[in-house]
């Protein structure tokens, strides 16, 4: 018995044939496999055939050998392990965008630079697979299994599936199934923050849990209290894990406190300072300038007692203390916890 060409391999279990599959590509271009009936989907697009049987991987290998797409392949529950769906040119990425690998073996496979974008990866078991440089963008991740998987400069994109379609469900006004996809989309976030911490990946480590609290919050009452001060964490630090953006709200107390004081009034060693109308723009800056200093003297809490506040001005000038000692050791906590993770 003559043995199989990698070609004849790759087109089993159907030829090619001009007018193909109904599945249509990205590109607009059809799948050229011929399906079981006119009009319909090949074995590789047809979610209703079970792909299985001792020559799968080799079909699929065979395909990415001749440069073929895998778009839209259904491999749900196909046993993967060890396969190799790797290009040629390691430059350029294998075409396995809006798959189903759903619950799919893939222990051990090789699928460097992989191009799995908009795919579903529900509960499929990537253990010990190497997804280095792999596209991962808006795919659904819920349930996988990525201990110890290769996961080096991985393009996850900004949002995980479940976070569009929540987003999506609640402009719909879709309340409970949003709130379901957000409760998915933080338990994806959790693994991933995880996997990422014991790989020592600090800085997609914290973008994973910054995510994560982001997708707790929405799950709360639109006008509740803990919904505020969770939006209040992100904004002020991140949720710990952005202390630039602690240093800028301090910056905007201090700036704020200034103009407060400019327009409020302020007692120094020569006299008032304050906005003078029938001054020039120069001298209202330098007195800004002053008021600046006195904003950042007393946000720091240190308290030269060269300038002071005087009538209701004192009010904002103990709320600038107050918010000052806070800020500083919150950039503290933060700054500490980004460089010892």
């Not at 304050?274 to 209202?284: Q, T």
Request: hydrophobic letters at 40%.
């Amino acid at each position: 018995m003559s043995a199989t060409s990698p070609s004849e391999v790759a087109r089993l279990p159907g030829e090619r044939k001009e007018g193909g599959c109904t599945f249509v590509r990205a590109d607009g271009s059809r799948c050229p496999h011929a399906p079981p009936q006119s009009g319909g989907l090949c074995h590789w697009h047809d979610a209703t055939v079970k792909k299985s049987g001792s020559k799968l991987k080799e079909q699929l290998e065979s395909l990415v050998r001749e440069g073929e797409s895998l778009e839209g392949f259904q491999l749900q529950g196909a046993d993967l392990s060890h396969v190799h769906l790797t290009h040629r040119q390691r430059a350029k990425s294998v075409n396995l965008t809006r798959a189903n690998l759903t619950r799919a073996n893939l222990q051990d496979a090789h699928l460097f630079h992989i191009d799995l974008r908009h795919s579903s990866l529900l509960k499929a078991d990537f253990r010990r697979a190497n997804l280095n440089y792999a596209q991962l963008d808006g795919v659904n991740l819920l349930g996988a299994d990525i201990r110890e998987t290769k996961l080096e400069h991985i393009e996850w994109g900004r949002h995980v599936l479940q976070e569009f379609t929540a987003r999506d469900l609640m402009r719909q006004g879709k309340v409970f199934e949003s709130h379901e996809r957000y409760a998915e989309a933080e338990e994806t976030y959790r693994a991933l923050s995880l996997a990422m911490a014991d790989r020592g990946h600090a800085n997609a480590a914290g973008r994973f849990f910054q995510s994560q609290m982001v997708m707790r919050r929405m799950q709360l009452p639109l006008w509740s209290q803990r919904r505020l001060w969770s939006k209040m964490a992100d904004l002020i630090c991140g949720y710990g894990e952005v202390p630039g953006r602690v240093f800028a709200f301090a910056s905007m107390v201090i700036l704020l406190s200034a103009a407060v004081y400019l327009f409020g009034g302020i007692a120094g060693l020569h006299g008032p300072i304050a906005v003078d109308p029938e001054a020039s723009l120069l001298d209202n800056f330098l007195t800004f300038l002053t008021c600046v200093y006195f904003s950042v003297v007393t946000f720091t809490t240190v308290g030269y007692g060269d300038i002071h506040p005087e009538g209701w001005v004192r009010a904002c000038a103990v709320l600038e203390a107050f918010t000052g000692a806070f800020s500083i050791s919150l950039f503290v906590v933060v700054f500490v916890k980004r460089m010892t993770r």
